[in-house]
């Protein structure tokens, strides 16, 4: 899986477009989640540190989806006080 590489430009415009920083967002999530599955492979043969870096990224995957939905739900309360 490609890394991916976020910008200074990038955190800028996050700030400002929510639906920009929710794509990004996501991006992040899916790579992570990636990641967590490689890992979780590799955990047979690895040591008990790897264990812990799982639970950390799954916690990490938790909050990324909740910050997700949370964009998401601003975003579609907007839209519907524009209607």
């Known amino acids: 899986m ?3 590489a976020i910008t200074e430009a ?3 415009r996050s700030r400002a477009d929510p639906r920009f920083k929710q794509v990004m967002l996501a991006k992040i999530l ?3 989640l990636g990641t967590l599955a490689r890992l979780q ?6 040591e008990p ?4 870096h799982l639970r950390e990224g ?6 990324l989806a909740d910050l997700i939905r949370a964009i998401d739900d601003k975003l579609r309360v907007a ?3 524009s209607a």
């Not at 492979?41 to 690895?46: G, I, N, P, R, T």
């Not at 540190?49 to 812990?52: R, S, V």
């Not at 799954?58 to 909050?63: D, H, I, N, P, S």
């Open 2 to 4: 490609e890394r991916l």
């Open 10 to 12: 990038d955190m800028a």
């Open 30 to 32: 899916e790579q992570l």
């Open 41 to 46: 492979q590799e955990a047979a043969h690895s």
């Open 49 to 52: 540190a790897g264990a812990q």
């Open 58 to 63: 799954a916690v990490m995957a938790v909050q």
């Open 79 to 81: 839209s519907g006080a």
